[in-house]
């Protein structure tokens, strides 16, 4: 059996050749989630997940397009910090990347993301907070408290 390969060459194979796992799903949850990505396999804790793939853009060009999209699109714009500045990766645009449809779970998500330099640039990859079985939903804590669907009640039957 071949050596296991680090996590972190395995994002960065990913990276490169801009694929993603074939161990990954996407199927449709409900109308407040829409569309979510589940395991087809299972991942170890540790173990590289999927990258948050889009257009890498700088704040300047961040604050333009806030300006021009519906909030729908809004949500798939990822910003974050890199060397000093302040960086976005645009998801907006729908490329049967899996990445953005990693859902929020701000209790009890089985991924986080990380930032990881390819080439010297910034790229976002979920790496497993915990083994993953197969079937389950790939989930991560968006951060932040402005997540509208976080408000939503839950009716139980007692």
């Known amino acids: 059996m071949p050596p296991r390969i680090s996590p972190l060459k395995d994002a960065m194979h990913h990276v490169v050749t801009k694929s993603d796992k074939t161990k990954l799903e996407v199927n449709y949850i409900n109308a407040v989630k829409g569309r979510g990505l589940f395991a087809k396999g299972s991942f170890c804790k540790g173990d590289f997940i999927v990258e948050y793939r889009g257009e ?55 991924c986080k993301m990380k930032k990881i330099d390819v080439n010297g640039k910034a790229h976002l990859c979920l790496f497993a907070l915990k083994d993953i079985k197969e079937g389950e939903e790939i989930t991560y804590d968006y951060g932040g408290d402005d997540c509208p669907w976080r408000t939503q009640v839950s009716c139980r039957n007692n």
């Open 56 to 110: 890498l853009i700088n704040y300047a060009e961040l604050e333009r397009r806030r300006k021009l999209y519906h909030p729908s699109c809004a949500v798939f714009m990822f910003e974050f910090k890199w060397r000093g500045k302040t960086w976005c990766i645009d998801a907006s645009r729908e490329d049967g990347s899996f990445g953005r449809l990693v859902n929020d779970d701000h209790q009890h998500p089985n």
